[in-house]
């Protein structure tokens, strides 16, 4: 079997984006929820049997506490932010399993589902569907890729190492280093994706990485200013990879086969009067 696994958030972010507003009969923003309904329905209809979708019920999670500029709920449109639960209803009315997120996050919901189906032998793979750079990390060989379904591309671990320099494992001390504008956190000075990559891709994590510049293997002057930097500020690359790393101990399912889709519930058709969608399927 094949489990797909999908960012919910994401993908209510991107249809609320790129459709036009629309109001059902009670006045409420549906056009995003609508929209993912119908991404998903595709997703079925393309041969998807076991699904999961998470989502970001609470945009804020523990990692807020971690530090204060991460990222919030704060300056999301009303409209959006009101649609989460109605896409949580109506996703759960079509019989799908949704993981609805409130102290950590949707990326963790899906990190753990991967990890956990991947260990499961009738598992010939994992998609994960969603271009989130955070989600790179998941990525094992060819058992468990990434597919962006907007641009119909797919990212397994060569793929990784291609676009970001880096392995898979080292993703979280990447995204330490240069920082991950999306989630709230800046990174350290000086440190770009080529240099975070040159040296990750020697030594492999951030504590890795000796003390003495002159072993890096690059240009002295270069090393001698980015080392100084990491030096200053070692302990904040470290919060910045704990922020950036994925937790895999969500319980989200016992057994992948829970995740197999069995078809609508009785809940969706006043879920359908609800989205405005019509009765046909």
Not at 117 to 141: F, M, T, W, Y
Not at 182 to 198: C, I, M, N, R, V
Not at 206 to 232: F, N, S
């Amino acid at each position: 079997m094949i489990i797909h696994l999908v960012d919910g958030t994401y993908e209510l972010f991107r249809h609320f984006y790129a459709m036009p507003s629309a109001l059902n009969h009670a006045g409420e923003e549906v056009a995003a929820a609508r929209g993912v309904m119908y991404s998903i329905r595709a997703l079925v209809r393309e041969g998807a049997t076991h699904i999961g979708v998470a989502t970001d019920h609470v945009i804020t999670s523990f990692r807020n506490d971690l530090w204060p500029g991460y990222k919030t709920g704060e300056g999301i449109d009303p409209a959006l932010l009101s649609q989460f639960t109605l896409l949580e209803d109506g996703l759960r009315a079509w019989g799908l399993v949704v993981w609805p997120m409130i102290d950590v996050e949707a990326d963790d919901a899906l990190a753990s589902a991967a990890s956990r189906a991947a260990l499961d032998p009738r598992v010939e793979q994992v998609v994960i569907c969603s271009p989130d750079k955070d989600l790179a990390q998941c990525v094992r060989g060819t058992r468990v890729i990434q597919r962006d379904r907007v641009r119909k591309t797919t990212r397994d671990e060569a793929g990784v190492v291609a676009k970001f320099g880096v392995p898979p494992a080292s993703i979280p001390d990447y995204l330490a280093l240069v920082g991950d504008a999306a989630d709230g956190f800046p990174g350290l000075k000086g440190w770009g994706p080529k240099s975070a990559a040159t040296l990750l891709s020697r030594f492999g994590h951030i504590e890795a990485i000796p003390d003495d510049h002159r072993t890096w293997g690059i240009d002295i002057a270069r090393a001698a200013a980015l080392a100084a930097t990491l030096t200053r500020d070692r302990a904040l690359a470290l919060l910045f990879k704990d922020l950036a790393t994925l937790r895999t101990g969500v319980p989200v399912f016992e057994s992948v086969d829970a995740l197999e889709w069995r078809g609508p519930t009785p809940a969706l058709a006043a879920l359908r009067r609800r989205l405005a969608v019509d009765d046909t399927d």
